[in-house]
């Protein structure tokens, strides 16, 4: 089943090319971006199937064998990243369908969409199955370059604005990256992972240090952790839904994954494993603090993105298999929710003309469908019982208090106060979007509060046509919204099995040699 593995890049890539060749046929770019997708969908499921059964599954990219050329490795961790991320991008491809449809031209150009989305996932894809960090930095430029167009769609002046701000920084992890591989070769003659493995550990102790800082700094800041995050919020919320979904959901979750990936692999047990756990309770407690003090749903999600990005550094920090296995399955958990959350808050925009919290309310009588599908990730994302947010949550709790360090107690004290403050943010933007009289500059704000005066009675005097409103929700926008919405409820009833392939990954990961062998069944040179 090794020819599966180069799929989930090269079916993106086919596809990308194939819609830009389609250009002016929106309808046929559509599908061909469908169809692509849900391949992907398939193949990482099989993937994720196989590498469980079989262990790693390895292809030498051009028949180059390693660590000659290039390798893309398809272990379980991969494997399970490919799955999420391919259902996410899928289920936001068919929103911004809808978008689209609606909208025609202007928020989504189909024309340039499409082919700059599936290149977008290629990026995503290459970089979860890169074993070489040559090739995972290709990943991330392939990156850069597709979330550049796809920020700036519109090319309005917010849009420029932000986007510019966006690419200056990614362009400076991207120097820090460089920088720091090619240390590395210098260091030992090498960028293959598995060989890296021996290589690194025969260096000296603060040569590695130095080699694992850049690394880190590298992958911190496309990430977004504390104190490298500023960034964020200036420039996600700013794009169109779909686009800032997808950004939410998966490319802060790539950085994870590098650093998830690095640490366990090539520096495990290092020097900085402390500096983690400080970097997690700075990133979980500030980035909550800002999250309560905004007044847009848009950023205030930003900041709740930010923020629990420290409980996977958490989980990483703590080098333990339980603190793992829990970081892992809080990235697949928090991929698809806060995914939801920021297509749920396009809704939010789209029904009520806005996302500031001082121009909504009465979303709740208005459109009960959509409160619905915003109130339920967002009680995961607090993490109320029984939900996977909660479950992910309790790993990293129990994690924390086996490991019985100051820190690690530390840690588990802020996690609990960051769970509490995400819920105090929430309830307050349920409390003035979806909860209080509607504002009156909201559509439709007239009429509802009418039937609030009059107890709900019907006014057949009153009654409009609601497509005439132009706030009625599209039935992609609402049904991609939901498919989520049920995905993330299907995490909670997976739970067990998931959390099983999540030890599993943090089991592989932490002994190291599963990987090598896979790469090297002889041996590495």
């Avoid at 309005?156 to 720091?180: C, D, K, N, P, W």
């Avoid at 992958?219 to 979904?245: E, M, N, R």
Wanted: with cysteine; charged share 10%.
């Amino acid at each position: 089943m090794t020819w599966l593995v180069p799929l989930p890049v090269v079916m993106p890539l086919l596809g990308a090319a194939l819609t830009l060749l389609l250009v002016g046929r929106p309808r046929a770019q559509r599908w061909v971006s469908l169809t692509v997708l849900t391949a992907t969908v398939a193949v990482a499921a099989t993937l994720l199937v196989r590498s469980s059964v079989d262990g790693p599954l390895v292809v030498e990219v051009g028949g180059w064998v390693a660590p000659l050329g290039i390798v893309l490795v398809a272990d379980q961790l991969a494997a399970l990243m490919l799955v999420v991320s391919a259902a996410v991008t899928l289920c936001v491809l068919v929103y911004s369908i809808g978008q689209g449809t609606a909208d025609g031209n202007e928020e989504t150009p189909l024309s340039v969409y499409h082919p700059t989305y599936l290149v977008l996932t290629a990026g995503v894809c290459n970089a979860f199955l890169s074993g070489d960090l040559f090739n995972l930095y290709v990943g991330f430029e392939i990156l850069l370059v597709a979330s550049y167009v796809l920020l700036t769609l519109g090319s309005t002046e917010t849009r420029i604005q932000a986007g510019t701000t966006y690419v200056v920084v990614s362009l400076l992890s991207s120097l820090i990256f460089l920088v720091a591989i090619g240390l590395v070769y210098a260091a030992t003659g090498t960028l293959n992972l598995a060989q890296l493995v021996d290589r690194l550990d025969a260096l000296p102790d603060d040569l590695r240090l130095v080699l694992q800082g850049m690394l880190l700094l590298a992958f911190g800041i496309k990430a977004a952790v504390f104190p490298l995050s500023a960034w964020l919020p200036d420039s996600y919320p700013t794009a169109p839904a779909p686009v800032t979904a997808v950004f939410a959901g998966l490319l802060t979750k790539v950085g994870v994954y590098a650093i998830i990936r690095t640490e366990t692999l090539l520096f495990p047990g290092g020097r900085t494993a402390d500096l983690l756990l400080v970097v997690a309770a700075l990133t979980m407690v500030v980035g909550i603090l800002g999250a309560v003090a905004q007044s847009d749903v848009k950023r205030l999600l930003s900041f709740t993105l930010i923020s629990h990005i420290g409980y996977m550094l958490f989980g990483v920090g703590l080098s333990s298999s339980l603190g793992l296995s829990a970081a892992i399955f809080y990235v697949v958990h928090h991929i698809t929710i806060q995914t939801t959350l920021f297509l749920a808050a396009g809704l939010v925009e789209r029904r009520g003309g806005s996302t500031a919290l001082d121009r909504l309310g009465g979303l709740a009588r208005l459109s009960p469908l959509l409160a619905v599908l915003f109130f339920v990730p967002a009680l995961n994302l607090a993490g109320i019982p029984p939900f996977s947010g909660f479950l992910g949550k309790l790993g990293l709790v129990q994690a924390g208090v086996d490991d019985g360090g100051a820190l690690a107690w530390t840690l588990v004290a802020g996690g609990l106060l960051t769970s509490l403050l995400t819920l105090y943010a929430i309830a307050r933007v349920w409390n003035l979007a979806f909860w209080r009289a509607p504002h009156p500059d909201m559509p439709d704000a007239g009429d509802t509060a009418h039937a609030a005066r009059t107890g709900g009675a019907e006014q057949p005097h009153r009654e409009r046509d609601p497509e005439a409103s132009g706030v009625v929700l599209p039935r992609l926008m609402i049904g991609s919204t939901a498919a989520l919405v049920v995905l993330g409820l299907a995490l909670t009833v997976v739970a067990g099995p998931l959390f099983d392939i999540s030890t599993d990954a943090a089991d592989d990961l932490l002994r190291r040699t599963p990987y090598v062998e896979a790469v090297f069944p002889d041996g590495a040179p």
